[in-house]
Each structure stands twice: as structure tokens, then as C-alpha cells.
Nanobody, 115 residues
Framework: QVQLVESGGGLVQAGGSLRLSCVASGSIFSIRNMGWYRQPPGKQRELVANMASFGSTNYADSVKGRFTISRDNTKNTVYLQMNSLKPEDTAVYYC?????????WGQGTQVTVSS
């Protein structure tokens, strides 16, 4: 059984920073893509950023230049450094990892940015 556990969400003022972490545990033989999605209130889930196993990255236009995704393969962990946060970044953030050719999701962590 594979489990993803997220941490690092919270309440921050506009212009502030947060760092999200997502650790995978269980019977892990391979991890391909790692990524972060978010679901703003009343809206659909959307891609924030993802990273392939060989390091290439992809970002939503709305976060380019402000957010940075990174991964530590030795710890089965993916991070999302969020800088210059805006109220429109308020959402539940979900981690996604493709482990053993199966897609897993974290439970979600709330990020709230006040103006």
C-alpha cells in the first residue's frame, strides 16, 4: 500500500511564502512524475506544476516565476516552494505521484492567502 502525506499549508499574507512537502511511503519500486494540483473554492482542480523523473518541469502560466517544484528521490519527496503569494492562489493543494505505474493522490492541504 502506498500513501502520500502532505504538509506545509496554512494562512499567509499576500506577498508571503510557503513550502509544501509530499512524502510517499509504502512498497515503492519506481516513481515517475511528481506534481502539484490545486482546487480553488468553487472551481475545478488544476495543474500547478509537475516534474518528470529525469527533471523536466512544467508550470501553470499563473505561477511561473513565483513557484518552484523540486524533488528528492532519496526521500520519495516532492516540494513546492511558493513565493510572492497572491489571494488567487488560495486553494486546496494536492500532491500527485506516479508510483509503480499507478497514480496516487495526497489528502490535500489548505493554502489561504489573505489580502
Amino acid at each position: 500500500q502506498v500513501q502520500l502525506v502532505e504538509s506545509g499549508g496554512g494562512l499567509v499574507q499576500a506577498g508571503g511564502s510557503l513550502r509544501l512537502s509530499c512524502v510517499a511511503s509504502g512498497s515503492i519500486f519506481s516513481i515517475r512524475n511528481m506534481g502539484w494540483y490545486r482546487q480553488p473554492p468553487g472551481k475545478q482542480r488544476e495543474l500547478v506544476a509537475n516534474m518528470a523523473s529525469f527533471g523536466s518541469t512544467n508550470y501553470a502560466d499563473s505561477v511561473k516565476g513565483r513557484f518552484t517544484i523540486s524533488r528528492d528521490n532519496t526521500k520519495n519527496t516532492v516540494y513546492l516552494q511558493m513565493n510572492s503569494l497572491k489571494p488567487e492562489d488560495t486553494a486546496v493543494y494536492y500532491c500527485q505521484q506516479v508510483i509503480n505505474r499507478t497514480t496516487y493522490w495526497g489528502q490535500g492541504t489548505q493554502v489561504t492567502v489573505s489580502s
